[in-house]
């Protein structure tokens, strides 16, 4: 379930974590983000 419309902007996260932002595309009746900014992340160092 979305609660976004066409064209509405969105964040995308993977594991709690903000890694891009876009916008929600309709595409042969299938819903899409469309990526417009990969967000630089810090690498963490396993200690």
Do not use: S, T
């Not at 064209?7 to 996260?13: A, C, K, R, T």
């Not at 876009?22 to 990969?38: K, Q, S, T, Y």
């Amino acid at each position: 379930e979305l609660d976004k419309l066409a064209g509405d902007p969105v964040d995308v996260y993977v594991n709690d974590r903000l890694v891009a932002r876009g916008e929600v595309l309709v595409l042969n009746d299938n819903f899409c983000v469309r990526i417009n900014d990969i967000l630089k992340q810090e690498l963490e160092e396993d200690n």
